[in-house]
């Protein structure tokens, strides 16, 4: 074996429960290059970009670099195309992949990748509710003709971060009608949805409810109403419930929650009011800042206990982790990609590399990608 493939070795084979593998689902998305001309496979050129991405490649031009310094062993697992001549398998050029990428369908790309990592996720046990955070992420390098900022709404997994859809919002004001799309074509049913005040909306509630799923919504100061009507709740005669305690990143937090049923609330299905308070010492400055949220949600306390919400209402932050991912370790606001779905496309390779890597651990990573390949 190659030294180059040395860190490859540790990886376990794929099982039959992770199939089909990610060249087969990626052969289900249309190529939109003119057949005249093809050279290399469209699936060999996707599998690529999504194991150049995993390595840490940030551009095109890396990915390109990447693809042409790869062993004939990992370039055959990938499907990359095959001299007739020689026998060698042939790496794409950065001009050949910044096409592909320039007119790929960003929507197809990313159900198909949703979808496979999806089908990765392991079976949430009977006691564990599934949670899906929806949020939104600007990529500031790049913008489009007249200033335009890309804006994505996804909806990410809280256990495993896998993106199961994304969509393009033309501008951040119009999140709030995007609210659906990415929620689709996903198994709703029994699902827990979380989301922050932008989306604390009757509408999503109407949505997310005739789909089977619940929610945890944020009450700010778009639902006035509302709000009034959840602070005059007898907040000080309810008994705290909840109380966890955390230390990390220079600060230490505790975080107290205190749920009660409620009845004639201004909003869609609501079942249960929520108050969360957060105490949150600076290990540094020792500065104290405390913290009150209120939540509304449409699950009964028999369906969630307070500890359960509180935990539901943390695993919203997972979609923060994987966006902060994005930014530092995969330089995401930094590249400027402007060109067609370019932009898109990476942030859908960057979405699936952190699950694997979390998956799987650094070492096997990109392993685990070629093997599942196949």
Not at 111 to 127: D, F, I, M, T, Y
Not at 244 to 261: N, Q
Request: contains cysteine; charged residues 25%.
């Amino acid at each position: 074996m190659p030294a180059a493939l040395d860190q490859l070795a540790p990886a376990s084979p794929p099982t039959v429960q992770e199939c089909p593998g990610l060249l087969a689902c990626l052969a289900t998305v249309g190529d939109p290059r003119d057949p005249r001309g093809r050279l290399h496979p469209l699936v060999g050129v996707l599998a690529i970009c999504a194991a150049a991405v995993l390595t840490g490649a940030t551009s095109l031009l890396a990915i390109s670099e990447w693809a042409a310094d790869a062993p004939q062993q990992v370039l055959a697992r990938l499907g990359a195309r095959r001299d007739p001549f020689t026998g060698r398998r042939l790496a794409p050029c950065e001009t050949t992949i910044r096409r592909v990428l320039t007119q790929i369908d960003g929507d197809v790309l990313d159900w198909v990748v949703g979808g496979w990592l999806s089908a990765r996720r392991p079976q949430a046990g009977e006691k564990m509710l599934r949670a899906i955070a929806v949020d939104g992420k600007s990529l500031r390098g790049a913008a489009r003709a007249h200033d335009r900022k890309i804006y994505l709404l996804a909806a990410v997994d809280h256990a495993t971060s896998v993106v199961l859809g994304q969509v393009d919002v033309e501008t951040k004001t119009n999140e709030i009608t995007c609210f659906q799309p990415p929620l689709d074509g996903i198994d709703m049913a029994g699902a827990v949805v979380t989301s922050d005040a932008m989306h604390t909306q009757r509408e999503h509630a109407d949505y997310l409810r005739g789909r089977g799923a619940h929610y945890i919504v944020i009450v700010k100061g778009n639902q006035k109403k509302l709000r009034k009507q959840m602070k005059s709740l007898p907040w000080k005669q309810i008994p705290l419930q909840n109380r966890t305690t955390e230390k990390g990143h220079g600060r230490g937090e505790i975080r107290r929650i205190k749920v009660c049923t409620v009845a004639g609330l201004l909003f869609s299905w609501a079942a249960q009011g929520i108050e969360l308070k957060r105490r949150r010492v600076n290990r540094r400055t020792e500065k104290i800042s405390i913290k009150t949220v209120c939540a509304v949600t449409s699950l009964s306390a028999d369906q969630a206990t307070p500890a359960q919400l509180a935990s539901l209402i943390r695993g919203h932050w997972s979609v923060e982790a994987l966006h902060h991912v994005r930014d530092t370790t995969f330089a995401e606001d930094a590249s400027q990609l402007r060109t067609g779905n370019e932009p898109r496309a990476m942030a859908t390779w960057r979405n699936g590399a952190f699950p694997v890597i979390v998956d799987t651990g650094c070492h096997a990573a990109v392993a685990s990608v070629v093997d599942r390949c196949s």
